[in-house]
C-alpha cells in the first residue's frame, strides 16, 4: 500500500456523519444521472449547481480528485457537455468520491493548474483551505464566481503627488524611499513606524497594529504609498497607507484601488491579487450571459472587458458603465423569470369568465354597514373588469392595514358565485381565515345583524340567503386544526361543489383538496406566502383568477421585479372617521410614562399591545426575551391588570388562543413579538408600544401601529429605544410625522435595501448584488429586454440564450429552496 493519504485527505475523511451522508447523497445523485442517461435531470437545478453547492458546504482539501474533475469541466459547466462527455465526467466523479487521495507533490500540482471559470478558487496561487474556506462563507467557490465578487467601492489612488504638493484629508499616491522602518509601541498600540522621502521632502508613515510591515520595507526600497494625507504636529503622515513596491503590479496603489466586501482573515490585498489573478487566468473565458445583439444595441462592453473595468477600472466612467452592464445582466435574469411566469399565465388554460350584474352589485354595496371609500370603488370595478375576461386575473392588492381590501375580496367572491363558480380566500394564520369566515359572513348575508339569514350546518359550514343574490350562498372554513371528520365533511362538500366560498388556511393547498369549479382564489397577506404557495394554489383549479392581498406597501420598482408578474391596484384611502395614529418617540427614561399612559388607557375600559425588541438570531432567543418581559411587566408594573403573552415559538393553537382572548375582552394587555404584525382585528385595542424601536425597519414599525388604528377611537404609538444613535432617532421622527406607508417604504429602502426590507424569510426576492432597487429606469429597460428576448425565445433554447436560461434555472431553484 503506497503512502498515498495525506493528512488533508484524512481530514476530509474523518468520521463526520454530515459529510459522509453528503458524499452518500452526491454518490446517489451520480448514480441516478447515470441510470437516467446524462442528461442532467437528477437533480433540480441541474448538477452544476448541486455541485457547487456540495462544494459550499464541504471544503475539500487541495489536489483532491473530485476538485480536478470539476475543475476540467468547461465554461458552460456539466450542463454545456455532450451526454457522451457527460458519462466521462460523471464517472470520473464517482471514482473520485470512491478512492483515497494521493499526496501530490507541489510541481505536479503546479502542473494541473489549468485555471478556467469552472476551476475551484484553490487552484489559484495563494489560496489554502483556510481562505478556500473563508471565501466559501461569501459564497465564492470558483474562480468564475471570484470573478464576479465586485468591490462596492474604490480607493481613488490614481493621483501621484510629490510629498511637498500632497493635499490633506484626499486620497492619493506617493512614490518614495524608505529612510527608516521599525516597530514600535506608541502608547499601548504596537504599530510599524517609517519615514520615507522624495526629492520634495520626508514624512511619517504609521501601521497600527500591523507590525509585520517592519519586516517587509527594507531602507532604500522604492515603494508607492497611498492612502488619507493628515498633519501630525506640524508634520504630513499617512495611517496604514497602502504601499507595493514600484517593480510590482499596481493593484493597490497608483490607480482606482477596489474594496471588497470581505470578511474577517480575508484582507483586501489578497483579494485584489486572487482577482487580478483570476482575471489574467480566465476573464476571456467566462461565460457572455447578454446576446451580442442586445450588447451592441444597448452599447455595453462585453463581458471579459466589463470584468476587468469593474475590478481595476482605468477610470470611474469605465467603472461606471460596466457595472451598468453587471446590473443589467442581473435583472435580466430576474425579469426573465418574472416575464415567463406571466406569460405562461396568460397564455395557458382559459379562466373561466366571472360577472356580477350591475344591479345586483348595486344592491350589495348598498347592503352594507357603511359606504365605500373612492378606492375601493375603483378597485371593485377593476378586479370585475378582470374577472369578466377569459384571461386568468392576476392582481395584487396593496392597502395599509384597515383600508377595507376585504370587501373588494368579497365582491369578487360574490362574482364567481353568482357565475356558478367556486371561490376560496387564502389566510396566513387561523385566527386570521376565522375572521375572514365571520367577515365574510356579516358583509355577504347577515349584514344587518337581522337574520335569520344563515343556518349554521355544522362547524365551519353555513348556508346564507343573501337577498341579492337570489339563492342561497354556501360558504365553508376550512383549518388544519378541524376534527379529521369535520375536515372531510368539508372537503367533500368543496369537492361535489356543494360550497360557493372556502375560506382557510395553508390547508387548502394541501393534497387531497380538490376544488371542481375554482374561478378564483384570493390569497391575503401575500408577503406570508411565497411564490411557491401561490402557485400550489393556482393549480387547485384549472387557471383561476387570482387576487393577491398585501398591507405591505410595495414601492413600484419592487412590484415590478419581484411581483412583475401582477397587475397591481393600490388601496390609498382610509375609510373615514379614522383618525391617524397619534405616534410618539420616548426618551429611554420616560419609559414609566409610557406605562402611566397605557394604565390610563386601561382605565378608560381600552386595551393595549407592547412590542418586544426585535432579535432576528432566533425564534428562541426572541421567545425568551419576551417571556422575560413578559414576567416583569406582569411582576413589577402591572400587577393589578391582565397581561397576556403571545410568540413565535408557542404554537399556531397557542398563539391562535393569546389572541382570541385578546380580542375577546379578557385581557388588557398583550405582550407580544412581531408576531402580531399580521394579527386580527381588536377594535379595542388603542396603544401599541414598541420597545427597541430603532431596530426596525419604518416600514414594519407603520405595520404594527396599524393594528391600533381599527376604530374611531384615537390610537396611540409608543416608541421606546434602549441606546438609539443620532441616526436612529433621526430615522423614528420620519415614523412621528409620516402616516403613508409607500413613503416610509421608499425611505426603508434607500436605508437599508430590499434584503432588510423584506426580512429573511421573504418570498422568492433574489438579493440584488450590483444592481439597485430603486433604478427604476434599468429594471424596466431589462423587462423590455425580457419580454423581447422571451417574445423571440420563449423556451430559451436560441445558443446565444444559454448562458442566460442556466442562470435563470439556478435562480429560481434558489428561490424555490427559499421559500419552502
Ligand atoms: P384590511 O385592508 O386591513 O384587510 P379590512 O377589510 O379588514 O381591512 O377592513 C377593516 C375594517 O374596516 C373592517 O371592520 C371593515 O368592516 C371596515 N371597513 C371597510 N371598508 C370601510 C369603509 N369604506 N368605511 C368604513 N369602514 C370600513
Ligand atoms: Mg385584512
Known amino acids: ?209 500591523q507590525t509585520h510591515v517592519a519586516r517587509q520595507l527594507r531602507t532604500g526600497m522604492r515603494v508607492a504609498f497611498s492612502g488619507r494625507v493628515s498633519v501630525f504636529r506640524g508634520r504630513r503622515q499617512m495611517e496604514n497607507p497602502e504601499w507595493e513596491p514600484l517593480d510590482a503590479e499596481s493593484l493597490n496603489t497608483r490607480r482606482l484601488v477596489p474594496v471588497y466586501p470581505s470578511t474577517e482573515g480575508l484582507p483586501q490585498r489578497l483579494l485584489r491579487r486572487l482577482v487580478w489573478q483570476a482575471l489574467e487566468l480566465s476573464a476571456h473565458q467566462m461565460p457572455e450571459a447578454l446576446p451580442p445583439e442586445l450588447r451592441q444595441r444597448l452599447g455595453l462592453p462585453p463581458v471579459a472587458e466589463a470584468l476587468r473595468q469593474i475590478h481595476f477600472p482605468d477610470t470611474r466612467e469605465m467603472a461606471q458603465r460596466a457595472r451598468r452592464r453587471f446590473a443589467l445582466e442581473e435583472l435580466l435574469v430576474i425579469e426573465l423569470g418574472v416575464v415567463r411566469r406571466k406569460k405562461a399565465w396568460q397564455e395557458g388554460a382559459k379562466a373561466p369568465a366571472l360577472v356580477l350584474p350591475q344591479e345586483v352589485l348595486e344592491w350589495f354595496i348598498a347592503s352594507l354597514p357603511f359606504t365605500l371609500t373612492g378606492a375601493q370603488r375603483r378597485a371593485i370595478a377593476q378586479v370585475l373588469q378582470d374577472l369578466s375576461r377569459d384571461v386568468p386575473m392576476s392582481r395584487l392588492l396593496e392597502g395599509d392595514v384597515g383600508s377595507g381590501k376585504t370587501v373588494v375580496a368579497a365582491t369578487a367572491l360574490l362574482a364567481a358565485a353568482w357565475s356558478g363558480w367556486q371561490g376560496a380566500i387564502m389566510a396566513p394564520t387561523e385566527i386570521l381565515a376565522e375572521q375572514h369566515f365571520r367577515t365574510l359572513r356579516r358583509l355577504l348575508g347577515d349584514q344587518a345583524g337581522e337574520g335569520p339569514w344563515f343556518s349554521l350546518e355544522g362547524p365551519g359550514y353555513v348556508v346564507m340567503e343573501p337577498p341579492f343574490l337570489g339563492r342561497p350562498l354556501r360558504m365553508a372554513l376550512l383549518m388544519g386544526s378541524l376534527r379529521p371528520a369535520e375536515k372531510a365533511a368539508v372537503q367533500r362538500a368543496i369537492a361535489h361543489g356543494e360550497v360557493d366560498i372556502v375560506v382557510g388556511t395553508h390547508a387548502l393547498i394541501q393534497e387531497g383538496v380538490r376544488f371542481p369549479r375554482l374561478g378564483i382564489a384570493v390569497i391575503d397577506e401575500q408577503h406570508r406566502f411565497g411564490v411557491v404557495q401561490r402557485a400550489a394554489l393556482r393549480e387547485k383549479g384549472r387557471a383561476p383568477h387570482v387576487l393577491v392581498m398585501t398591507a405591505t406597501p410595495i414601492p413600484r420598482t419592487l412590484a415590478l421585479t419581484i411581483y412583475g408578474d401582477l397587475d397591481v391596484t393600490v388601496l390609498d384611502e382610509m375609510p373615514p372617521g379614522r383618525p391617524p395614529v397619534k405616534t410618539y418617540v420616548l426618551r429611554p427614561h420616560q419609559r414609566h410614562l409610557a406605562y402611566d399612559f397605557i394604565r390610563r388607557q386601561v382605565g378608560q375600559g381600552r386595551q393595549a399591545y407592547i412590542v418586544c425588541p426585535l432579535i432576528e438570531e432566533s425564534e428562541v432567543v426572541a421567545a425568551r426575551a419576551a417571556e422575560a418581559e413578559y414576567e416583569r411587566l406582569s411582576r413589577d408594573v402591572f400587577p393589578d391588570l391582565r397581561l397576556g403573552l403571545m410568540h413565535g415559538r408557542m404554537s399556531a393553537r397557542e398563539r391562535d388562543e393569546a389572541m382570541r382572548r385578546f380580542r375577546d375582552g379578557e385581557l388588557d394587555i398583550l405582550v407580544t413579538t412581531t408576531v402580531v404584525e399580521v394579527g386580527v382585528d381588536v377594535p379595542n ?102 419580454w423581447r428576448i422571451l417574445g423571440e425565445d420563449p423556451e430559451l433554447k436560441a445558443p446565444q440564450h444559454q448562458v442566460l436560461a442556466q442562470r435563470l434555472r439556478a435562480l429560481q431553484e434558489r428561490v424555490t429552496a427559499e421559500v419552502s
Open 685 to 786: 385595542a388603542t396603544v401599541i408600544l414598541i420597545e427597541g424601536a430603532d431596530r426596525f425597519g419604518l416600514a414594519q414599525l407603520h405595520q404594527l401601529r396599524g393594528r391600533v388604528r381599527r376604530s374611531h377611537y384615537q390610537p396611540y404609538c409608543l416608541l421606546l429605544s434602549e441606546n438609539p444613535s443620532e441616526e436612529a432617532q433621526e430615522r423614528l421622527r420620519i415614523v412621528e410625522t409620516v402616516h403613508d406607508g409607500f413613503r416610509l417604504a421608499e425611505e426603508d429602502l434607500r436605508l437599508r435595501g430590499p434584503g432588510e426590507y423584506f426580512g429573511v424569510r421573504q418570498s422568492g426576492f433574489p438579493d440584488l448584488k450590483v444592481a439597485n432597487i430603486t433604478d427604476v429606469e434599468l429594471i424596466e429597460l431589462a423587462r423590455q429586454e425580457a
Open 1 to 209: 500500500m503506497p503512502a498515498l493519504v495525506s493528512s488533508g485527505w484524512d481530514v476530509w475523511r474523518g468520521k463526520s456523519r454530515a459529510l459522509q451522508e453528503a458524499i452518500g447523497q452526491l454518490r446517489r445523485v451520480l448514480e441516478l444521472e447515470k441510470a437516467k442517461g446524462f442528461l442532467d435531470t437528477a437533480v433540480v437545478g441541474g448538477l452544476d449547481a448541486y455541485l457547487r453547492r456540495f462544494l459550499l458546504q464541504n471544503p475539500l482539501p487541495d489536489g483532491h480528485r473530485l476538485l480536478q474533475v470539476v475543475g476540467s469541466l468547461p465554461p458552460g459547466g456539466y450542463a454545456a457537455l455532450h451526454p457522451i462527455q457527460r458519462r466521462r465526467v460523471v464517472e470520473a466523479l464517482l471514482q473520485a468520491l470512491r478512492s483515497p487521495q494521493p499526496q501530490r507533490h507541489r510541481r505536479q500540482r503546479e502542473e494541473a493548474r489549468a485555471v478556467v471559470p469552472s476551476s475551484p478558487v484553490t487552484q489559484l496561487r495563494g489560496v489554502n483551505r483556510g481562505h478556500a474556506h473563508k471565501l466559501g462563507r461569501l459564497g465564492i467557490v470558483t474562480v468564475g464566481d471570484l470573478l464576479y465578487h465586485f468591490p462596492h467601492r474604490y480607493h481613488d489612488y490614481a493621483a501621484v503627488r510629490p510629498i511637498s504638493q500632497l493635499v490633506t484629508g484626499e486620497e492619493q499616491t506617493v512614490i518614495a524611499t524608505v529612510w527608516s522602518a521599525g516597530e514600535t509601541t506608541i502608547g499601548r498600540r504596537k504599530a510599524t513606524e517609517a519615514i520615507v522621502g522624495d526629492e520634495t521632502g520626508t514624512m511619517r508613515l504609521i501601521w497600527w497594529g
